[in-house]
């Protein structure tokens, strides 16, 4: 079965800096990974996500993740962070399939 | 379009009562999901549906169920509700055939049971 890992709980960074939000995934079949972020009393929006090709990919809002075969990572990126960027993010993964299994999520607070 | 719509937004039950979760989504989306989500948890999938007529159990479907009678609608059911049923609820679709694999999710259902 597929299942990511978010390994940190909270990620405090500064307004202006750059932010990253981790995410590992278990190796089993071929990963289609994805990214979505939750703001407060709010539905899932889907950020970005790979399914093959370029490791790079770009998403909504200057948000990009990499894919990272050999440390089986999908990082969430960001060059230049804005307060109003604060929210849940999760990682998800579904296997080929249709089905997303999630990540506990990671909650980002970005200070002025 | 709407996307994906739920209602209602709050809710809360007595022990033992039973109600339905409405979801309806307007994309013409074929698959159709259920999720809950509790406090540093993430998302569990509660039950899904690949059409109209098919519906299949996801990870915690213990104390619910579904039905998809149209490709729009797929409500969830809890009967006989219990306290462990505090969460919120979310609805999401998507569509299978393009190869995006992108799910769509409604603002959720805030559910309290006392």
């Not at chain 1, 278990?26 to 090709?53: A, D, E, H, M």
């Not at chain 1, 109003?84 to 980002?108: E, P, R, V």
């Not at chain 2, 999720?35 to 899904?48: A, F, N, V």
Request: include cysteine.
């Amino acid at each position: 079965a597929q299942s990511v890992a978010q390994p940190e709980d909270q990620v405090n960074v500064a307004e202006g800096n750059p932010l990253t939000v981790k995410c590992t995934y278990s190796v089993s079949g071929n990963p289609y990974l994805f990214w979505y972020v939750q703001y407060p009393n709010r539905g899932l929006q889907f950020l970005l996500k790979y399914i093959t090709g370029d490791n790079l990919v770009k998403g909504s809002y200057g948000f990009e993740a990499e894919f990272n075969k050999s440390q089986t990572s999908f990082h969430l990126k960001k060059p230049s962070a804005l307060v109003s960027d604060s929210a849940l993010y999760f990682c998800a993964d579904t296997g080929g399939g249709n089905k997303l299994t999630f990540g506990t999520g990671t909650q980002l607070k970005v200070e002025l | 379009n709407a996307g994906v719509t739920q209602t209602p937004k709050f809710r809360i039950l007595k022990i033992g009562q039973s109600m339905t979760l409405q979801c309806t989504q307007d994309m013409n989306h074929n698959y159709m999901y259920w999720y809950r989500q509790d406090p540093g948890m993430g998302l569990k999938l509660i039950y899904y549906s690949v059409g109209a007529g098919i519906t299949d159990k996801g990870e915690v479907p213990n104390g619910y169920n579904v039905s998809r009678s149209t490709t729009e609608d797929f409500p969830l059911r809890l009967e006989l509700a219990a306290p462990s049923q505090t969460s919120v609820y979310f609805c999401a679709s998507s569509y299978s055939e393009d190869g995006s694999y992108e799910q769509y999710f409604g603002p959720g259902t805030r559910l309290t049971v006392t």
